[in-house]
């Protein structure tokens, strides 16, 4: 008996709009009620959770009670990551109609627990730029700057288990190019989060990059406010 991949069942739980909507909600990393996914996929609460019960079936999603209400939220990061990679092969035209408000996602986003976008993508460059970090074979592994550079920006080196990845590179949705995500990348969008260099949105993912955060972004990147806005270093 040959045993395959159900790649149909994932395929199923994803044909649907008001369901892609719902895991796009969810790919900011918080837990949502049925009654607030419902909302931003504009359906009815019976609806959604009739597709919330498809999306827990496929593994994609995994639910939790607390109190009288019961939270959503994407079941993993691996799942996360493997949504991230899909969406990449979706159609681009949408992100640059004027009708769409994508300008600040694009800018920089949350990609379930790291920073993405054209944020995520530069700094990731200049982690590499740098000395911080290096790429090789499309996996990318500290280099000889990291733990002074994190030492000095003040993010704490997460330890791994053993034959576990740092960082490893994720490709980003709108940007059609690499950002890491991991446990480091993790450690920087907390301490971006924590230092108030970014800020998150009621019902979005997009991150607000404040005052304090181009300034931060700019001493230790070196990314202007010009350079975010126009999304090269060139």
Known sequence: MTIEPRLDIIGAALADPSRSRILCELMDGRAFTNK???????????????????????????????????????????????????????????????????????????????????????MTDRLVALGVMQVRNESISPASQCQTFFNDIGVMIPPVAPGKPLARLCLDWTERRYHIAGPLAVAIMQKSMDAKWL???SGSRALTVTDDGFDAFGRWFGLSRDVLERGDLN
């Open 36 to 122: 607030e996914l419902a909302s931003a996929a504009s359906i009815a609460p019976q609806t959604a959770s009739a597709h919330l019960t498809q999306l827990e079936m496929a593994g994609l999603t995994s639910s939790l009670r607390s109190g009288r209400h019961v939270y959503h939220r994407i079941a993993s990061a691996k799942v996360a990551s493997a949504l991230e990679g899909l969406a990449t092969l979706s159609s681009t035209d949408h992100l640059s109609r004027k009708d769409r408000p994508s300008t600040d996602t694009r800018r920089a986003r949350s990609c379930y627990n790291h920073i993405a976008g054209r944020l995520g993508v530069l």
């Open 199 to 201: 800020e998150s949105r």
